[in-house]
């Protein structure tokens, strides 16, 4: 058994849709599960329904979702014949349920509606890509994966019971059919006891992917990008970016928690569990080794590059010139918890504290309201944050050159520079 994980980009025009075909084919004697995001821009012409919807024009919400329909038909319209019927109904009854929610009013938290519409993207996509293969008589078992994947209602993030989704899962093989190895279903999304669609927050496609490799004990886990594989830097940024053929689960959760847009820590995790591999390979070029990830430990790797933009330095100096100690660096810490950041460097000193965040202005100013009842608190933004594991002095020197830094963190393996943009 081997999971595949196809994103957005792989599926969002007929051509790719056509390749991801073409992919399945090739591994066509082999037993499957297959995740599928939803088409493109989808989820964010999605994301903008919920808005409207909540914000009360229900019109303009039915307006837009019209859009994101008729998009879909077209779609269906342009790869299907015999299936055409079968998947017009399929999607139909998907449109139907977002339709009957759109004509309701608001009465619960803005997170609950955003699952409930967000959702329907991946269900889309998939049932369209399930009636094409059927269509080239490559057969498969679409499943509706908030049957299988149960959450909490912790919406916008659900949290996984493991133990319910193993049991659905178990269910689930048990019946299928023999002669269908090929199973379709979604990513991002579960569902709760209530029968409350959910979504598993950032990256969530990754991680229902893992979570299927898990539970099945699959062979390995392959996440299709429109890259070559992982690189040691954004591509789009340095031109001198390259591949990185092998890395270790450990790399890859540093990576990810110092910004780098690879895989996310919460995907990794179920695979290092059991040591199951995950292939990261490019649908465009299938011959390209791409990138492997295990448990295997990787010397030797170059400099990793990773750049966050829209940095904000918040300085925190204590109002009485006391050392801050235990009990102001727990409350700040309860802070975090209660705001909901993330800082992506702390540097203490005798009586200051400097925060490197992400700048999301409402965060931000809760954050600095709540600090100000124990710090005297500085705001600096427009900064960015650069971060380079595995450095070497001619590396780092060449990107901070005529910098103005602000502040620097070191470690053997790692070093942060806070710069102005």
Partial sequence: MKVFKFGGASVNSIERVQNVANIIRDYGDESLVIIISAIGKTTNALEKV??????????????????????????AKYLLVTEANACNKHLNDFFTEVEWLLHDKPVRDFDYYYDQIVCVGELLSTSIISHYLKELSIKN????????????NNFRDAGVDWTKTALMLDTMMKAQNENQQI??????????????????????????????????????????????????????????????????????????????QVIHPKTI?????????????????????GTIISKKQVKNLPPIIVVKDNQVLMQLHSQDFSFVGEAPMAALYKMFAEVKVKPNLIQTGAISVQICLDDRPEKIEQLATTAASIFNVQIE?????????????????????????????RTPTTIQVLYSA
């Fill in 50 to 75: 919920a808005e409207v919807f909540y914000a009360g024009n229900k019109d303009e919400a039915l307006n837009l979702f019209n859009v994101v329909k008729q998009q879909h038909l077209n779609t």
């Fill in 141 to 152: 078992n679409w499943k509706d994966v908030r049957d299988i994947i149960k959450t909490d």
């Fill in 183 to 260: 199973i379709v279903t979604q990513g991002f999304i579960g569902c709760t006891d209530d029968n409350e669609s959910t979504t598993l927050g950032r990256e969530g496609s990754d991680y229902s992917a893992a979570i299927f490799a898990n539970l099945l004990d699959a062979e390995s886990l392959t996440i299709w990008k429109d890259v070559e594989g992982v690189m040691n830097a954004d591509p789009k940024e340095f031109k001198d970016a390259q591949l990185i053929h092998e890395l270790s689960f450990n790399e890859v959760i540093e990576m990810a928690y110092y910004g780098a």
């Fill in 269 to 289: 995790k179920p695979l290092q569990n059991k040591g199951i591999p995950l292939l990261v390979k490019c649908f465009l070029n299938t011959s390209l080794p």
């Fill in 381 to 409: 933004k427009n900064l960015k944050l650069l971060t380079i594991r595995h450095y070497t002095n001619e590396v780092f020197e060449k990107l901070t050159e005529d910098k103005k830094i602000i502040l620097t963190q």
